[in-house]
């Protein structure tokens, strides 16, 4: 059985203080051992965040990471950097590093393979805009993320993968794909798995993203296909978050 998996996403939000507040929020609400949870918070405040939820069920993890090993790369922070501060998942492929920082579907790939090489557990995010959808091309476009992933690491790298469908039409808009849109698309990504490995389909967490909060999560959490959770805006605040986590089913 498939755990469930609930992750927050801070973006590029908060202090150094009302980061720390908000690991502790999340870590003092933290009740029944329901699902698999973590944060993806700023470079800069994960060793402080690491050392919060050090010992705790709670998991951090970092919003991307460099598609290279090492070098010279200005800005960019290593995978091997990252392992150092207990980071345990990164994003890649986010729609807002595809959108506004240029990653395209191949630097996506590098970056999943530089996480794995570490360790890390990359959160492979992927899904179509607005226009795309309403062109018809959701699951061409899902398909070529896939493929650029697959190509380069291998269908058996998603063994220790998750994968995250956020509709970028959905993301920060308050919009949300509705229940059955989210499991058609959540069923398609499977289907696509298993063609390549039924074991890594059955087994690997994928999540969904895109204006989930409190009173929509249940929804969504109880379709078949749906493992969990991206969360972005509500889990700025650690009752709307933990409130999210405790509607996995
Ligand atoms: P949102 O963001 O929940 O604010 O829509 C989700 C995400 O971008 O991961």
């Not at 709670?58 to 010279?72: C, I, T």
């Not at 896939?146 to 058996?156: C, H, M, P, R, S």
């Not at 794909?177 to 063609?195: G, K, M, P, S, V």
């Amino acid at each position: 059985m498939r755990r469930p998996l609930v992750v927050g996403n801070w973006k590029m939000n908060g202090t150094r203080s009302s980061a720390e507040a908000l690991a502790k929020g999340i870590l003092v609400g933290l009740g029944d051992d329901v699902a698999d949870i973590a944060v993806c918070v700023p470079y800069v405040f994960l060793p402080e965040i690491a050392q919060i939820v050090n010992n705790t069920r709670l998991g951090v993890g970092a919003q991307n990471v460099a598609d290279k090993p090492s070098g010279a790369f200005t800005g960019e922070v290593s995978a091997a950097m990252l392992k150092e501060f207990g980071c345990k998942y990164a994003l890649v492929g986010h729609s807002e590093r595809r959108t506004y920082y240029g990653d395209t579907d191949q630097i996506v790939a590098a970056r999943f393979c530089q996480a794995q090489e570490q360790g890390i557990i990359p959160i492979l995010c992927i899904g179509e805009t607005l226009s795309e959808r309403e062109q018809d091309k959701t699951f061409d476009v899902i398909t070529t993320q896939l493929d650029a992933v697959v190509n380069l690491a291998g269908i058996g790298a998603f063994g220790n993968a998750v994968i995250a469908y956020e509709p970028v039409w959905a993301i920060g808009t308050g919009l949300t794909a509705t229940d059955d849109q989210a499991q058609e698309a959540h069923r398609f990504i499977r289907n696509y798995l298993a063609a390549k490995d039924q074991t890594v389909a059955e087994n690997i967490q994928i999540l969904y993203g895109g204006s989930v909060k409190p009173d929509n999560a249940k929804g969504l959490f109880a379709m078949p296909d749906i493992d969990g959770g991206l969360i972005g805006g509500a889990s700025l605040d650690a009752e709307s978050f933990l409130k999210i986590y405790n509607s996995v089913n």
